[in-house]
């Protein structure tokens, strides 16, 4: 089992819909887990972070985790042709500052 | 604030040369980053020092690999001989502790090797 583990995609979406982005992680120990989109070409770059249970909102954006099923996610809403990209989720192993990636999922929105 | 700076952007070598990847972090973070990337494997983490030491090189391929970090800011990803299937982007990154662990990346080095 990968350790961090994404579907590499793509996920079609229509603009003005809602992507669902997801993520299992094996480490239970995990504490940290962030959301990184990369563009083509690019570095990747941080959309956010969340360390509890439950939902987190910032703007567009809601990263989701359940660390008893070791899931996050990531939803957009209202998505947009500009939010095509590869979407990387990172989760660090237990009791240090190594951070794992995932492979990403690449996203296409719909225009 | 200047971002996470890594020269050079774009190198191609011949197969046997040695090639030296260099690294400036975000001034202030404590710790350093080396990820490789590519298609098949995706964003692999190398090594990461904490305050100028070593703290994990696991993800190391090989001895042909090295990394040092003479000081807070600067740190050198050495391959040598290097071989083709080093072909992939290297991205330098850093954090901070107290800013939640955050990491942040350089623009990355595009290492071709023919």
């Known amino acids: 089992q990968k350790e961090v583990e994404q579907n590499s995609g793509p996920l079609s979406v229509p603009e003005g819909a809602i992507a669902s982005l997801n993520c299992t992680y094996s480490?239970?120990?995990?504490?940290?887990f962030f959301w990184y989109r990369q563009y083509s070409g690019k570095s990747p770059e941080l959309i956010m972070f969340i360390y509890s249970n439950g939902d987190k909102e910032d703007g567009r954006f809601t990263a989701q985790l359940n660390k008893a099923s070791q899931y996050v996610s990531l939803l957009i809403r209202d998505s947009q042709p500009s939010d095509s990209a590869t979407y990387l989720c990172a989760v660090n192993k237990a009791g240090t500052y190594k951070y794992i990636f995932g492979t990403g999922t690449r996203l296409k929105v719909l225009a | 604030d200047a971002g996470v700076i890594q020269s050079p952007r774009h190198e191609v070598t011949e197969m046997g040369q040695e090639v030296t990847l260099r690294c400036k972090p975000i001034?202030?973070?404590?710790?350093l980053f080396w990820y490789r990337q590519t298609m098949m494997r995706g964003l692999e983490l190398l090594i990461y020092?904490?305050?100028?030491?070593?703290?994990?090189d696991s993800g190391m391929p090989e001895d042909r690999f090295s990394a040092k970090m003479p000081n807070a800011s600067f740190s050198t990803l050495k391959i040598q001989p290097s071989e083709p299937r080093d072909s992939a982007v290297y991205f330098c990154a850093s954090s901070f502790v107290g800013s939640g662990n955050t990491i942040y990346f350089g623009e990355g080095s595009w290492l071709t090797v023919v």
């Open positions: 020092f904490n305050n100028n030491v070593p703290i994990d």
């Open positions: 480490d239970r120990g995990s504490q940290s």
């Open positions: 001034s202030g973070h404590d710790y």
